[in-house]
C-alpha cells in the first residue's frame, strides 16, 4: 500500500510550458551506425553563453568551462597575455578581479547545483546509492525498448509505446524492493495509464520548492542525458517525417516515477524531513561563472588575432590562366593538410573547399543495406534518392554481405564471444573476428546512380553546387570531386571519422554522383543557358580520400578520354605523392615520429586494421576555425590541420545567395562539431564518452562505460587524449568570412538562429575586408588590431 502525499500548491503553474522547455534542452545523439558530432548547447543557444552556462551548472552540474586552475596556469605561462586578459575587463570585471577569481575561487559564490530525490538521499545515506540505481533501472528498460540488432527476446509490450510498456513491465519487477524501494510494484500500478497524466501525478507527489521548474526537469533528464539524447533524436526524425513522437516525455514521466517513488517509500519510513523537498543544493567548489565565460574570451581571443593578422597580409585572387586540374575537397579540417601537399605535388593545380555531399543531398540505399540513407548534413531533408545496381558481382556482394552480418550478430549472442573464450584462444581468433566484423561494411563497388530524377533536377543540382563553391568558370580539363571517409577496426565510433556533412557516412557516393550529373551533356545544355559553360574538353571524376591513410582512390565511373591519359596519369602520381606528404607530416601526432620513411606508410596504414588501437586517427582534434574566402587567402599557410576551408568569392555572390548557405549550413554544422569537441574536453565526464577500453555497445545504438549506466555521449576520451595530456585546445569556433560587414549584418538579420550563435558567444565571427579584420561582438563589429 502506497502512502499518499499531500503537496503544496506549485510556484509554477504553466506546467505544460515548463516541460516543453525541458525537453527543448536536450540534444539529440545520433546512433553509431552514423554517429554526427551535435552541439551539445543546442537548446539553449538562444541564450547567451554566460546565462546558459549557470544553468548548465545547476542542472547538468558543470558549467561548459576550463578549470580555474587552468586559465590561471595559461596566464601564468603566456597563453593567455596581460593585454588580452585585459580585453575582456570592464568596471565591474577588472584584470585584479578576474585574477582573484582564479587565484581564490574559493571567495566567490556560484550557483547551486538542482539535486533529484535520488541525489538527496544519497547525501543522507552515503552508501544508498540511489542515483546509480534509478540510472540503472531506467537504462535497462530502454535498452529494451530501443533495441536494433543485440537482444534474441523482445519485450511484449514494446509496440505499446516506451511509458506503457515500462509501467506494464516494472509491475512485475522486483528487483527495485529487492534493492529497499519498497512497495515499488504498487506504485507503479498506482500512476496513470498516459505518460502526461503521470508527470502531472508525479509532480504533485515531488512538489519542487525553490526551483525553477524547467530547471527542475531538465535535470530529471540529465541524470539520463544519453538515452534522452538518443530518444531526443528518435523524436526528431519522427518530426521531419510530420509523425508524431512522445517518447522524450514517456521516458520524463519515467524519471520522475522514480523519485516520487522514493519519496513516497522514505516519507512513509520517516527518513524525509521537509526541507528534503528544496531540491537546490550548494555547489561544492564556489566560482563565478562570468568571470570564467571572460577568461575563456581572453583564452580564445589570442588565436582569433594571430589568425586575423595572417590572412589580411595574404592577397585575395582568382586564378587567370587555367588551372593544371582542379580538386574539390570537402571542408572538413583533416583535408586542409592534404590539399597543402597536393597543390606542392601538383604544380597550378587549384584545390576548392566545399561541404562533403558537394551539393547532392540523397536518400542513398546500397545492396547490402535494408533501408536508405541520408547522405547530407542532419540539418537536410534528402530531396531525392539513389541507389546502386544489384546485378552480378554486386548482387553476390550483397548476399555475402547480408550473411556476414547475420553470423557476426550470431557471434555476439553466443557463448563464444565472451572474453573469457577469446582470452583463452588468443589471437588465433582475431582473424575470425575481423572476418565477422568486415561483414557489416559496404563492400559494393558498383556506381551510385540517381533514381527516377529528371534531368531538370539533376541540372538544379548541378548548378547549386557549382554556384555553392564559387566554381563557375576557368574549368580545368580534369576536377576531382573527393569525398572522404575513414576505416578503422573495433571501433564502435567509426562513423564518428566519416564525414559530418554526409551524416556520419563517407563521401564517397556523393562525389561519384556529383562527377557523372557534371558530365552529363543534358546537363551541361541546361546549366549554360543559365550562365555556367563547363568546356567541352572538361572532364570530372569522383575520388575518396581515406583520412586514417591519406590515400585516395579514384573511381572510374564511365570511359575516361584518351586525351585525358595524361592528366589522369598526373593526377594519379601527384595524389600518391600528397599522401605521402601528409602522413609524413602526421607522424609526430600519432606517436610514429621516429619511424623510418621507409616503414612510415605502413606503420599507419595497419592502424587500420588493428583491433586493438583506441585512436586510429584523430579525426577533427584540433579544430578551431572556418575561413570561408578565396583560397589564395590560406594557400602559404599551414593550418595544421586545426581550419575548415570553404571557397567563397563575394564577387561572384551579388545576391548573397552564397554567403546566406554558407552561414546558414557549413557554419552551423562546423559549430556542432566544434563545440561537441570542446565540451567533451571541458567537462569529459559530463560531455563525453568515456574510455574506450571499457566500452560496450548497447543495442546496437551507443555505448555504456562498463556493463551498466547511461548511454555516453559526446567523444571518447582517446578522441581527443593521447595518454599523456589533451590534443584537443577547447577553443569556441572562430568563422572568418571574407566579405563586407554590411553584406554579413543583412543576412545574419534574415537568419536568427544563426545570428544568435554568434552575439550570444556560442561561436565567433571576424570579417575580412581587404587589409582589415573586424570582430562582431554581440552585434557591434569592432577592429582587430593587425
Given at each position: 500500500m502506497t502512502t499518499t502525499?499531500?503537496?503544496t500548491a506549485s510556484r509554477q503553474t504553466d506546467h505544460e510550458s515548463a516541460i516543453s522547455a525541458a525537453l527543448g534542452r536536450i540534444p539529440?545523439?545520433?546512433?553509431?551506425?552514423?554517429f554526427v558530432a551535435v552541439n551539445p548547447f543546442v537548446g539553449l543557444t538562444n541564450l547567451p553563453f554566460a546565462e546558459a552556462s549557470e544553468i548548465l551548472q545547476r542542472t547538468v552540474g558543470v558549467a561548459p568551462m576550463q578549470n580555474a586552475a587552468d586559465y590561471l596556469a595559461a596566464y601564468r605561462s603566456g597563453a593567455i597575455t596581460p593585454a588580452e586578459l585585459a580585453s575582456v575587463a570592464d568596471a565591474e570585471w577588472t584584470v585584479e578581479k578576474l585574477l582573484s577569481a582564479v587565484e581564490a575561487v574559493e571567495g566567490v559564490s556560484g550557483p547551486g547545483q538542482i539535486a533529484t530525490m535520488a541525489d538527496l538521499l544519497d547525501r543522507e545515506r552515503p552508501h544508498a546509492h540511489w542515483s546509480v540505481f534509478v540510472v540503472e533501472e531506467i537504462s535497462k528498460w530502454c535498452g529494451v525498448a530501443f533495441d536494433e540488432n543485440q537482444t534474441t527476446w523482445n519485450s511484449p509490450w514494446k509496440a505499446l509505446g516506451l511509458y506503457a510498456a515500462w509501467r506494464q513491465a516494472a509491475i512485475y519487477d522486483r528487483n527495485p524492493e529487492a534493492f529497499g524501494l519498497s512497495e515499488f510494484r504498487a506504485f507503479v500500478a498506482s500512476l496513470p495509464e498516459d505518460s502526461e497524466a503521470c508527470i502531472r501525478h508525479c509532480l504533485a507527489v515531488l512538489d519542487p520548492q525553490d526551483v525553477d521548474l524547467t530547471e527542475f526537469l531538465h535535470r530529471q533528464l540529465a541524470t539520463i542525458s544519453g538515452w534522452a539524447g538518443y530518444v531526443q533524436y528518435l523524436v526528431r526524425e519522427d518530426g521531419l517525417r510530420e509523425k508524431k513522437n512522445d517518447a522524450l516525455r514517456d521516458l520524463l514521466a519515467m524519471r520522475l516515477a522514480y523519485d516520487a517513488a522514493l519519496v513516497c517509500a522514505f516519507a512513509r519510513d520517516g527518513v524525509l524531513r521537509t526541507e528534503s523537498r528544496h531540491f537546490?543544493?550548494?555547489?561544492?567548489?564556489?566560482?563565478?561563472?562570468?568571470?570564467?565565460?571572460?577568461?575563456?574570451?581572453?583564452?580564445?581571443?589570442g588565436y582569433q588575432s594571430r589568425m586575423a593578422c595572417e590572412l589580411v597580409r595574404q592577397p585575395s585572387h582568382t586564378p587567370e590562366t587555367r588551372p593544371s586540374a582542379q580538386a574539390v575537397f570537402c571542408i572538413d579540417v583533416r583535408s586542409?593538410?592534404?590539399?597543402?601537399?597536393?597543390?606542392?605535388?601538383?604544380?597550378?593545380v587549384q584545390t576548392v573547399g566545399f561541404a562533403g555531399f558537394f551539393g547532392f543531398p540523397v536518400a542513398h540505399r546500397t545492396p547490402a543495406a535494408i533501408r536508405s540513407t541520408a547522405r547530407c548534413p542532419v540539418l537536410l531533408v534528402p530531396p531525392v534518392e539513389s541507389g546502386e545496381p544489384l546485378c552480378g558481382e554486386a548482387a553476390a556482394a550483397a548476399v555475402h554481405s547480408k550473411a556476414a552480418a547475420g553470423a557476426w550478430k550470431a557471434f555476439q549472442n553466443s557463448a563464444t564471444s565472451c572474453f573469457s573464450f577469446v582470452e583463452s584462444v588468443g589471437l588465433t581468433f582475431g582473424g575470425v573476428l575481423a572476418r565477422l566484423n568486415k561483414g557489416g561494411e559496404s563492400c559494393c563497388g558498383t556506381t551510385p546512380e540517381l533514381e527516377n530524377v529528371p534531368v531538370s533536377t539533376r541540372a538544379d543540382l548541378a548548378e547549386g553546387a557549382l554556384r555553392n563553391m564559387s566554381l563557375t568558370s576557368n574549368f580545368a580539363r580534369l576536377v576531382l570531386i573527393c569525398g572522404h571517409g575513414s576505416r578503422s577496426t573495433n571501433n564502435p565510433y567509426a562513423s564518428a571519422l566519416d564525414c559530418g556533412a554526409c551524416g556520419g557516412h563517407a563521401g564517397d557516393v556523393n562525389a561519384r554522383l556529383a562527377a557523372a550529373t557534371l558530365n552529363e551533356p543534358g546537363v551541361?545544355?541546361?546549366?549554360?543557358?543559365?550562365?555556367?559553360?563547363?568546356?567541352?574538353?572538361t572532364v570530372f571524376v569522383g575520388g575518396m580520400h581515406q583520412t586514417l591513410s591519406d590515400d585516395v582512390t579514384l573511381f572510374a565511373d564511365?570511359?575516361?578520354?584518351?586525351?585525358?591519359?595524361?592528366?589522369?596519369?598526373?593526377?594519379?602520381?601527384?595524389?600518391?605523392?600528397a599522401g605521402a606528404g601528409a602522413?609524413?607530416?602526421?607522424?609526430?601526432s600519432l606517436g610514429l615520429g621516429d619511424v623510418a620513411?621507409?616503414?612510415?606508410?605502413?606503420?599507419?596504414?595497419?592502424?587500420?586494421?588493428?583491433?586493438?588501437q583506441v585512436r586510429p586517427e584523430w579525426g577533427l582534434a584540433g579544430n578551431a576555425a572556418l575561413i570561408a574566402a578565396p583560397r589564395s587567402r590560406t594557400a602559404s599557410l599551414k593550418l595544421d590541420g586545426r581550419v575548415f576551408l570553404h571557397n567563397y568569392d563575394a564577387g561572384a555572390d551579388p545576391e548573397d545567395n552564397v554567403l546566406t548557405l554558407i552561414l546558414c549550413a557549413p557554419v552551423v554544422v562546423a559549430s556542432w562539431i566544434n563545440l561537441q569537441y570542446y565540451a567533451s574536453r571541458v567537462a569529459p565526464l559530463q560531455y563525453g564518452s568515456g574510455n574506450k577500453v571499457l566500452h560496450n555497445v548497447v543495442g546496437g545504438i551507443g555505448v555504456m562505460e562498463g556493463n551498466a549506466g547511461d548511454l555516453r555521449v559526446g567523444l571518447p576520451l582517446q578522441s581527443i587524449h593521447d595518454g599523456e595530456k589533451f590534443v584537443h585546445e577547447p577553443r569556441r569556433l572562430t568563422v572568418f568570412l571574407e566579405a563586407a560587414r554590411s553584406r554579413i549584418d543583412a543576412v545574419l538579420d534574415a537568419q536568427p538562429p544563426v545570428r544568435e550563435l554568434f552575439d550570444n558567444g556560442w561561436i565567433h565571427l571576424v570579417a575580412l575586408e581587404g587589409a582589415e579584420a573586424w570582430k562582431r561582438s554581440a552585434g557591434q563589429w569592432n577592429p582587430v588590431a593587425v
Open positions: 502525499i499531500t503537496p539529440p545523439l545520433w546512433p553509431l551506425n552514423h537546490t543544493t550548494p555547489h561544492p567548489v564556489c566560482r563565478t561563472t562570468e568571470a570564467l565565460v571572460r577568461w575563456q574570451t581572453a583564452f580564445e581571443s586542409e593538410i592534404y590539399r597543402r601537399h597536393l597543390e606542392t605535388a601538383l604544380p597550378g551541361r545544355t541546361l546549366i549554360a543557358q543559365r550562365g555556367i559553360v563547363i568546356p567541352e574538353d564511365g570511359p575516361l578520354p584518351a586525351t585525358h591519359a595524361k592528366d589522369f596519369e598526373r593526377l594519379k602520381n601527384a595524389l600518391v605523392l602522413r609524413k607530416e602526421r607522424a609526430a620513411d621507409a616503414d612510415l606508410d605502413g606503420a599507419i596504414r595497419s592502424r587500420a586494421l588493428d583491433i586493438s
